[in-house]
């Protein structure tokens, strides 16, 4: 997958827009895995459904984190989910920073900048 992947594929005259994604935490495609999420893209947003892990898998930062920077290089602005915490139904709302490729002339990387998370308040 390159670094910002397009949403969608021009083959002669049709497009193939990308509008749900499947994802599956594990080592290697085809094993079995200890967890599931769908995704559904609309417009500039998406909502991760049916997240499910193993009872002895928690959903972990790094996991979390695995999640922003898919919906970063789909280029969404935000992506939505609802867990269970407390036995209360949470339903929460993430904003995506946009990356910025920025290239360096004087070499062969390029530099990704993503807006700040940050926000002062008075």
Known sequence: MNDKSPR??????????????????????GEPYSAIANCNINGDAMYIDGLL?????????????????FSQRLGVSEFSYQRYQDGKSVHKTVKTPKITNI????????VFVTESLIRLVK
């Open 8 to 29: 969608y594929i021009k083959i002669d005259d049709w497009y193939f827009e990308i509008k749900m994604v499947r994802a599956l935490k594990v080592d290697k495609y």
């Open 103 to 110: 290239n360096d002339e004087s070499s062969q990387e390029s």
């Open 53 to 69: 892990t193993k009872k002895e898998e928690d959903f972990t930062k790094q996991d979390f984190m695995t999640f922003y920077k």
